[in-house]
């Protein structure tokens, strides 16, 4: 369940950064000059290809969110479904306690 969440808030984080970019991307005119940071170099990218591999991953991360969330909503509901169970058992325990 951790892990999921702490999945889905790194997600989050890079779907924001990839809409920062696309944003940038709207107010550059038609012919500017975009770079991809590939290691240690910068490397001229065209404008098309460059808003369509942002698109892409702002999909796929948006994708990816959902998965993760589906997740997380089955491990909250199993954990619900243990906590019923738990209370079912201890009230079975105060009877024949009693």
Known sequence: YAKAVSA???????LRENEMV???FAKAP?????????GPVL??????????????????IGAEIK??????????????K???EIVKLQAA???LKA
């Open 82 to 84: 243990k906590k019923l």
């Open 43 to 60: 490397l001229r990218q065209d404008t098309g290809e460059a808003r369509a591999n942002v698109a892409h991953r702002i999909d796929t």
């Open 67 to 80: 998965r993760v969330e589906n997740q997380i909503k089955a491990a909250e509901e199993r954990q619900e």
């Open 93 to 95: 325990f105060e009877q």
């Open 8 to 14: 889905r808030a790194t997600l989050e984080s890079q």
């Open 30 to 38: 038609a012919d500017a000059a975009i770079y991809k940071l590939l």
């Open 22 to 24: 696309q944003k940038e």
